[in-house]
């Protein structure tokens, strides 16, 4: 029995070792890698400036559902045909569920737009390519003259992609505006977007309203993120 106790004793012993040797190995990898002072680098201090990272694809995607969404609703004007009253149009499910979910999805859609485009400003106004940005800016927006118009507020309110983007981020009420080429007081008239958005809110306590054409914003955003795309 002793040679048996012996035998087992030195096998559980042999068993700790390699555990031990395995636990370590383990460890080793997962250990964090550590500067050459033997001590671990704090991710805070890696770079000078950390600004938010854009998705230029991301806003690229958002353009092109926003300009979809319009454009889809746009094509369901009426066109000032008068027909028969067993010939009226009765519209298919997608066509309801189109009806139904547009202007959410264009409200939620140039928010998103909005905080990205600003955020983008942000960032390249902080940027050491802020001189060459500002002027690629501004070429933009003297070539738009404006993207809509003021009926309430500041008269500038409409002439910068910022302010904007702001008006959108701020706005209290988000309304796009629709056309039919059917009389507009036939009850069976067909409506569409016509790419325009009314935006109102308030301002230090100052109320404001602009209308901002959508196609000339998402063609200035789409320009804006040009800047430093091939570097």
């Not at 505006?177 to 935006?199: F, N, V």
Request: net charge negative.
């Amino acid at each position: 029995m002793v040679g048996v106790t012996d035998t087992l004793s030195d096998t559980i012993s042999f068993l700790c070792l390699i555990n031990s040797a395995l636990h370590l190995n383990l460890m080793a990898d997962l250990t964090p890698p550590k500067s050459n002072d033997d001590r671990m680098e704090n991710p805070y201090w890696h770079a000078e400036f950390k600004p938010h990272l854009i998705d230029r694809e991301e806003i690229r995607r958002i353009c092109f559902t926003l300009y979809s969404t319009i454009m889809s609703s746009m094509s369901h004007q009426g066109a000032g045909i008068i027909e028969e009253e067993d010939e009226q149009e009765c519209f298919s499910s997608i066509e309801l569920l189109f009806f139904k979910m547009a202007e959410n999805e264009l409200s939620r859609n140039i928010l998103r737009l909005a905080l990205l485009i600003r955020t983008f400003d942000d960032t390249m106004n902080r940027s050491e390519q802020r001189a060459a940005y500002l002027e690629h800016k501004k070429k933009i927006e003297d070539e738009n003259g404006g993207f809509g118009y003021v009926y309430e507020g500041n008269e500038d309110a409409a002439d910068t992609l910022r302010e904007c983007s702001n008006k959108i981020i701020h706005a209290e009420d988000v309304r796009p505006t629709y056309e039919t080429g059917d009389d507009g007081k036939d009850p069976e008239a067909k409506w569409g977007m016509d790419g325009m958005i009314e935006l109102e809110g308030t301002q230090n306590g100052q109320r404001w309203q602009i209308t901002i054409d959508s196609f000339k914003y998402l063609d200035g955003g789409l320009e804006l993120i040009k800047f430093g795309e091939d570097e």
